[in-house]
């Protein structure tokens, strides 16, 4: 049975190519996840935009009850035969992450890598000696696949030049703001009610997002955990906390009744929770810098530090030139909110944003999506922005 699978499998995109592209767009998110990330919002654009769109999702069941409304969307299982049809029927690609399975690229074909948030952790290229021969050989055929790469500064355009293998191709990086980031252009008009009421929340709660970063190895997982019942008392009762956990280890790490503490670890896109807050503390994430586009306070908690950057992949940047406030142990952490918390001047990033050029203008899937446009509008070359 799995030697027919995979001679069907083999067959199937020689099959499609003989039929014509369809002018619709096949998203992905995180192998197969349900819709997040950058690509839901440029999926957001496309259904507005009456755009036929296609999902690659693990969880059928769940992507079709959830998203019931979406006149313009199909859900199709990830890595199934159905898959690979999609794939190689689609005019464009849209992913986060690379894909391990494609059929060959079509030349109408548009690929439209969004990634998953600015590199602080080394990837690809960068960081041969952690990733298996398989994974690298996935990320060199997604590279000579892809058109353009989405970034939001020049720390990332940085990165991708050579961890995508794309020393003679810069002009395939776009640096127009990760489409994520459009959210949180004008964050006083957006309305909050949905996710209030998710969550349990009054309109005039002030928010604590407590986002850190997952670690593979179970044991290193006790580094995230936190007396949180005594840092939520440091602040007054306006504040509540919410706990932006990996949903495996959530409920190893929550143990209490305290009315101002939320878990959230199984809500949608983070993004939605940092634009509802008004601190966001992490370690290593990419959610640092969504954070500091959306002009939150940021606070670093590395209680592992030397641990985590000895068993994982070496960073971009020092650690101590992240323009945040930085703590290494629960203490330091609570000094400081006691102390210095209310003193803005420690949560002035102009200086960093300007000198890694990252990119504020809150345009990105309007970007995009003209590129879309030109694609789906056009049989010819693809046009630039």
Known sequence: MKNLKKIVKAIVPVIARLIPLKKQIIFSNFYGKLPGDNPYYIWQWAEKHKIQS?????DLKSAREEYAEYSFTKFVKYRGIGALMALSTSQIWVDNVRKPWIPLKRGNQLYIQTWHGEPLKQIEADAISSLDNLYLQWAKNDSKALDYVISGSDLSVSAFLKAFWLE??????????????????NLETIDFSVINSTLGLNSDDKIILYMPTFRDSKGNNNAIKLNFDELISLFDSSYKLILRLHPNISHTYLHTNNSRIINASKFGNPQDLIARSEVVITDYSSS???AMIANKK????????????NNNRKLYLEYKALPFPKFYSEDELRSFIVNQFNDNGMFNYNDFIQQYGFVQEYHATEKIGKIILNKLNSTGKKKCI
């Not at 296609?54 to 693990?58: E, R, S």
């Not at 940021?298 to 950057?309: E, F, N, R, W």
């Open 288 to 290: 640092m810098f969504d």
């Open 298 to 309: 940021v606070i670093l908690l590395a209680k592992d530090l030397d641990q985590y950057l």
């Open 168 to 185: 003679n191709g810069k002009e395939k990086i776009l640096k127009i703001g990760e489409p994520r980031w459009d959210l949180f252009n």
């Open 54 to 58: 296609i999902w690659l999702v693990n």
